[in-house]
């Protein structure tokens, strides 16, 4: 199970149980500062660890609220509102006791999706791309297949099994999965071969993926984040536009090289 703690006041990981063990043996996390991983209900100083909570998370119900306390899902109406976060009534007293100390901070999770708002919604964004690409490379999956022949009746084989993968990554990139992000960066790594257009748009690509705010979005503890600011919504970057222009130009082409492309009488 992956750890992440907070350095110079970003956080960092996740990393393996091995490197996390080594990293306290070196001091470089030290008791004070603060870890979390998958079943811990929120971020602690190492040095409580031994008393944090190691349960697996409870799956997120559609329409309820996790408390930034205890990590529970509750309906809307039984928690109640703190700065960015959710507090049911059985953690409220907590909460409330923290506040009055000032060791609750309750702007994170909105700071952390302020942050990474804009990658996030460029990521989702991708969604966009990667069905218009597949609704043509179906179409000329059933121009390739009505020929007849062999050679082009694989590749358009070929072509099906392409935009069956872009339909299941665009499904999981939608949902910020993490298997999403490996199997986009398998199909943008391809893509780098359609020189100019397709190795600028899968560049793009690559970069919101593979990049520090792309791990980031696509880590568990982010999934968390999003769901303590359901009030926070994401706008399609301007770049994306753009990228979604290019590609149905590229579009219309292909649609326009398929219409005229000569048709080769079948051999007797």
């Known amino acids: 199970m992956d750890w ?15 490197e996390f063990d080594r990293l306290t043996q070196q001091g470089v996390i030290s008791p004070t500062t603060l870890v979390w991983r998958e079943g811990m209900a929120e971020w602690q100083p190492y040095v409580q660890l031994s008393s944090s909570v190691a349960s697996p998370p409870p ?8 408390c930034s306390q205890c990590g529970q899902y509750f309906a809307p109406d039984d928690v109640i509102k703190l700065g ?4 049911c009534a059985a953690c409220k007293p907590i909460a409330t006791q923290k506040l009055r100390e000032g060791v609750l901070d309750l702007n994170s999770s909105e700071r ?33 297949l009505a020929t007849g022949d062999a050679i082009t009746a694989v590749t358009g084989v070929i072509f099906l099994c392409f935009s069956a993968g872009m339909i299941w990554s665009g499904v999981g990139l939608r949902k910020l999965k993490p298997w999403a992000r490996i199997a986009s960066g398998i199909i943008s790594g391809l893509g ?14 690559l970069y919101l993926l593979l990049s520090k705010k792309g791990a980031t979005v696509f880590s568990p503890d982010y999934q968390r984040v999003i769901a ?37 009488p079948r051999r007797l």
């Not at 992440?4 to 091995?18: D, K, L, S």
């Not at 990658?119 to 000329?140: G, N, Q």
């Open 4 to 18: 992440y703690y907070v350095a110079n006041n970003e956080r960092q990981g996740p990393i393996p149980q091995a």
């Open 59 to 66: 799956p997120v119900v559609p329409g309820a609220l996790v």
């Open 84 to 87: 960015a976060g959710y507090v």
């Open 112 to 144: 952390i999706r302020k942050e990474h708002l804009n990658h996030e919604a460029s990521v989702k964004s991708i969604v966009l791309l990667y069905f218009l690409s597949a609704a043509f490379l179906l179409l000329a999956c059933v121009v390739l």
């Open 192 to 205: 780098l071969l359609g020189f100019p257009l397709g190795t600028l748009i899968n560049g793009y690509i």
């Open 228 to 264: 303590e600011t359901p009030e926070i919504k994401y706008r399609t970057s301007v770049v994306v536009w753009v990228l979604v222009g290019l590609v149905l130009l590229l579009l219309g082409l292909g649609m326009i090289g398929l219409y005229f492309a000569p048709h080769h």
